[in-house]
């Protein structure tokens, strides 16, 4: 297996012969994959990028927090600078790179027409703070967002307020428990079936509730009956992701909502996997009490680098008068004003001013190219993509259940038993062939899960090529190259680290090697 420098935490560029006949190279790099040092240790005392006028010495006011020692950036000229974050750059992969085949995150294109828009200046170059009057346009393509919101879901108010889906959650959760002390009727349990979006119980538990899982049936869905004995007086709330984690459309989403409503419950709608069913289900027509929709899956913003996100969160009549705040509103001379945090049972303030406004320019700018058709379009060519790939990929791996699938499609590592292959082997050899691997692990309810989800954008080229590699690590697997399959990837810049130590003893800083050297001493 491959040696690893443990003093800074990077993997050496030793082979094992058995596995790679690739030579070293004299510099490291590989083809035009170059070796990359850390930054800090590229840096020469005394060289400068940029020549600065000398500064007029100044009593310090400092006191006794001045710097008694330099700070210890690197000194480095400007093409050192430039070339190394353009380096550094290369070795990223993203959803401009290549198909994404993250399932239950939704790696979607984010058109170039949306980025422009939330570029010009009459967006970018607001301030939170500006006068009502001087932000009109800004609040009006708000109030329209919220607008399509509400008409694609059938809803009847929203906040755009919730930073990511998770705080959507939690925003809706408030909501619901802010309605149920209004009506002196607190409660503390919240039914969470085993398909459901992994955020949803702890969304529950920061919100104080306690948690109860529902399992699945034979065929990825909730157990009705499971779950109808599990309500009762003390049930605030069931939430439910439609389509499911499994990639699952749940047919008996009304009988559920029914059961749910009976016992003075609320029924909170996830809407992580919208994109499978925008323009084609009104969830609140499915009965649902309120619904968070992460714009980055459905409405093509942007995903990579953790944020920044946005988590609107539509509620039906049952539950708009406890709707966080502020609230926008267009009054009858076509003006827009702010209307402040609702008082009485509703919930207050999320977060500080109207969420993140950079997001809604771009998920109207997409709602308002493709119109009504067009998303509808898009989440049938979703559908399409990944029951395409599920029935190719069926000729050497394992569906998790029958389908037909939603918008992501999902397998279990029975393929690979007596292999001596696992999933995490499966979706490094991927990284070789030159794909992000799809998510893993998860749903847990599925044993090695490997969900993939290709979204709409995707080519059938795009699709067969990912299929190909696939199919051809699976009959791999199967003709005993095990091996191989422990040793990758080969070709990335790093090779596979030693997860057990990197989780125990991670290397988190690094330490210049003369004080290295005088610690070890």
């Known amino acids: 297996m491959t040696a690893m420098d443990r003093s800074q935490g990077r993997v050496s560029r030793d082979e094992t012969p058995e596995i790679s006949m690739i030579p070293e190279t004299a ?29 007029p010495e100044t009593k310090s006011r400092l006191g006794g927090v001045v710097r008694k020692a330099p700070v210890g950036l690197p000194d480095l000229a400007e093409p050192q600078v430039v070339r190394h974050f353009v380096r550094l750059s290369q070795k990223n992969y993203s959803i401009d790179s290549g198909l994404f085949p993250l399932g239950s995150c939704t790696m979607k294109h984010n058109p170039r027409l949306n980025e422009k828009v939330a570029r010009m200046p009459g967006f970018a170059d607001l301030h939170p703070l500006q006068p009502v009057s001087t932000i009109q346009g800004a609040l009006g393509m708000m109030h329209e967002l919220g607008t399509w919101l509400t008409e694609l879901t059938g809803m009847t108010e929203v906040t755009l307020a919730p930073a990511a889906g998770a705080h959507g959650e939690l925003a809706g959760l408030m909501a619901i428990r802010a309605a149920h002390v209004a009506r002196g009727d607190a409660r503390r349990r919240v039914i969470v079936p085993d398909s459901a979006h992994g955020t949803n119980p702890a969304s529950a538990v920061l919100c104080g509730y306690t948690v109860q899982s529902i399992p699945g049936t034979d065929d990825g869905r909730v157990d009705v009956a499971a779950l109808k004995a599990a309500l009762g007086p003390d049930v605030a709330a069931v939430m439910l992701t439609n389509p499911n984690t499994c990639g699952l459309f749940e047919r008996d989403v009304k009988v559920i909502a029914d059961a749910v409503h009976e016992v003075g419950a609320y029924f909170y709608g996830d809407g992580a996997n919208f994109n499978a069913i925008v323009g084609r289900v009104k969830p609140a027509e499915l ?4 619904m968070h929709i992460n714009l980055h899956k459905t409405f093509s913003t942007p995903h990579g680098g953790g944020g920044p996100g946005s988590g609107p969160v539509v509620f039906a009549e049952s539950l708009a008068h406890v709707a966080p705040g502020p609230r926008i509103r267009r009054q009858d001379d076509g003006s827009y004003t702010v209307e402040a945090v ?11 001013f109207f969420g993140q406004a950079g997001m809604f320019t771009r998920a109207l700018a997409y709602m308002k190219s493709l119109g009504r058709d067009g998303l509808h379009a898009a989440s049938g060519d979703a559908v399409l993509a990944a029951n395409y790939l599920m029935v190719r990929l069926s000729e050497e791996m394992t569906p998790a259940f029958p389908g037909p699938a939603m918008h992501e499609c999902l397998f279990d590592d029975g393929f690979l038993e007596g292999t001596g292959v696992s999933t995490l082997d499966f979706a490094k050899a991927m990284i070789d062939e030159g794909f992000h691997p799809m998510t893993m692990y998860f749903p847990l309810v599925v044993h090695g899960a490997m969900l993939i989800e290709p979204t709409e954008t995707e080519s059938k080229q795009a699709l067969d090529q990912l299929v190909d590699a696939l199919l051809s690590l699976a009959r791999r697997a199967k003709a005993g190259e095990a091996e191989a399959f422990h040793a990758a990837p080969r070709y990335a810049p790093r090779r596979r680290l030693d997860e057990t130590l990197a989780a125990r003893k991670p290397v988190l800083r690094w330490t210049p090697p003369a004080e290295a050297r005088a610690a070890a001493e």
């Open 27 to 55: 510099t490291g790099n590989r083809g035009l994959q170059l070796e990359e040092p850390l930054i800090f240790e590229q840096g020469t005392p005394g060289r400068i990028g940029v020549d600065l006028a000398p500064v």
């Open 287 to 290: 009965g649902f009490d309120c």
């Open 342 to 352: 609702p008082g009485g049972p509703a919930v207050g303030r999320l977060k500080a």
